[in-house]
């Protein structure tokens, strides 16, 4: 049976030196807090915001939410951007997205204070990883990901790695994260032939498709070690990853499971960067 890569103890090593970071500001007058964005009442947008309150709490972040109407427009929204950009009490802003179709998304990613941007959409921040600088605000999936592979010690130069997703907010950012470790990385996506024969050949695979237990035995060996980063339903109504994890778990060498991997890991990983915002401001 497979070593299981759980998230909680990557996540409660995050936190723990969070804590003592944050013991530190507020000794000097500092509040570490996230101002959250939300247009409309989405439930799932709800839903995930009452737990990232409920983190938030638990280690001493404060938070605030600003719900607003669907119905702004680019400019209303690019105005408040703009108020949150000067208020001195917001150390980071989470929008949440997707935005209204009639909202230019890119104007908005474009407005918030790179400073702020805790959820690294602005442009900016994006560079600086596809230039290979790690030091500044990730994409908290990905990033997630890699604190699992590091956390474990799992030797990643020049081995080789396959990600199946090539979407702006995981495949893309995670493959400059394991090139930036001298990985040997293969991006794959729909189109991509004979997936499974790409898969087995890997020492790591990091599947993020969002199609519940896709992947099969038939995309492993003994030796793979398999990152799930894929969140979806079962016909069923049970949540899933992509991994066919009962079946795959007595094959593969190490696998996180779903939940509580990679996604215990991300939200910590968010309030760390309203952390890091924090201290840099
Ligand atoms: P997305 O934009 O839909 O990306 C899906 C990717 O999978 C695309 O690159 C797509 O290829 C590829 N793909 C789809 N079908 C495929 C197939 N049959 N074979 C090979 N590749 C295939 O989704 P996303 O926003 O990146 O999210 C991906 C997954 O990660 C979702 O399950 C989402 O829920 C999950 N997620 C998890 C967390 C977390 O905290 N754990 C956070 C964010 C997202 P094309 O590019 O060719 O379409």
């Known amino acids: 049976m497979a070593e299981i890569l759980k998230g909680n103890v990557v996540a409660a090593k995050i936190k723990e030196d969070m ?20 247009l409309g ?102 990033k997630a990901a890699m604190e699992i592979l590091l956390y474990n010690e799992i030797p990643l130069e020049g081995k080789n790695v396959v990600v199946v997703n090539r979407s702006m907010v995981v495949g893309k950012p995670l493959v400059m994260m394991l090139l930036e470790k001298n990985a040997t990385v293969t991006i794959c996506h729909s189109r991509t032939k004979n997936l499974d024969e790409v898969t087995r050949n890997a020492d790591v695979v990091v599947t993020a498709l969002g199609k519940p237990k896709f992947f099969t035995e038939k995309f492993f060996t003994k030796d793979s070690i398999v990152i799930d980063v894929g969140v979806s339903m079962t016909e069923d109504g049970k949540l899933s990853g992509d991994v066919d994890y009962e079946n795959v778990v007595n094959l593969v060498d190490k696998v996180t499971p779903v939940p509580g991997g990679v996604g215990s890991v991300t ?7 309203v952390v890091m915002a924090c201290e840099n401001n």
Do not use: W
């Open 267 to 273: 939200t910590t990983l968010l309030l760390n960067q």
């Open 41 to 142: 009442d989405n439930a799932s947008d709800v839903s995930y915001e009452k737990s990232i309150i409920k983190n938030c709490d638990a280690i001493g972040i404060q938070s605030k939410v600003f719900e607003k109407e669907t119905s702004m427009t680019t400019e209303e929204l690019i105005a408040f951007m703009e108020e949150l950009n000067n208020d001195k009490e917001i150390s980071g802003i989470l929008m949440f997205r997707p935005l209204p179709k009639h909202i230019d998304e890119e104007k908005i990613r474009n407005a918030i204070s790179p400073s702020k941007d805790v959820d690294c959409m602005h442009p900016l921040n994006l560079e600086k990883i596809f230039e290979g600088d790690m030091t500044g605000f990730s994409p908290a999936t990905p």
């Open 19 to 38: 804590i003592e970071r944050i013991k530190k500001l507020e000794a000097n007058g500092t509040y570490p807090t996230l101002g959250i964005v939300r």
